[in-house]
């Protein structure tokens, strides 16, 4: 497991360059491809508006599969789907959103 560690922070480190310069919908759409590409973890970023989560950015190649959807907030305005979200180690799931909490911070989209 510490290897599969250190190979996902190798990941999120090589990701968080690629999306340095990106504005907000190209670097969730560059995490959403890049999650489903490494892990098989399908991903989609969504508008919280009151109860309604919105779709904004991520895979666009279909639907969540199952109703078995995990819906996670990532900040008062954005939220993230995956039907696929155990494909992911829980140690992973929380270095993610962990990730993704900091990103959305500093873009001053929290």
């Known amino acids: 497991m ?3 560690i250190s190979d996902f922070e190798g990941w999120l480190e090589r990701l968080e360059e690629r999306v340095s310069g ?4 190209q670097m969730l759409n560059t995490l959403a491809h890049s ?3 490494a892990f098989g973890a399908r991903l989609w970023f969504v508008e ?3 109860k309604r989560w919105s779709y904004i950015a991520g ?3 279909g639907e969540p ?3 078995a959807t995990d819906l996670i907030r990532l900040s008062e305005q954005t ?3 995956s039907d696929t979200w155990g494909a992911l180690a829980e140690e992973q799931q929380d270095r993610l959103v962990a990730f993704l909490k900091r990103l959305l911070s500093s873009r001053g989209s929290a």
Do not use: F, N, W, Y
Not at 22 to 25: F, G, M, P, R
């Open 22 to 25: 990106a504005d907000l919908i």
């Open 65 to 67: 599969t199952t109703s």
């Open 59 to 61: 895979r666009i190649s």
């Open 2 to 4: 510490a290897q599969g």
């Open 35 to 37: 999650a489903d590409d």
């Open 48 to 50: 919280i508006l009151g």
């Open 79 to 81: 939220g993230l789907v």
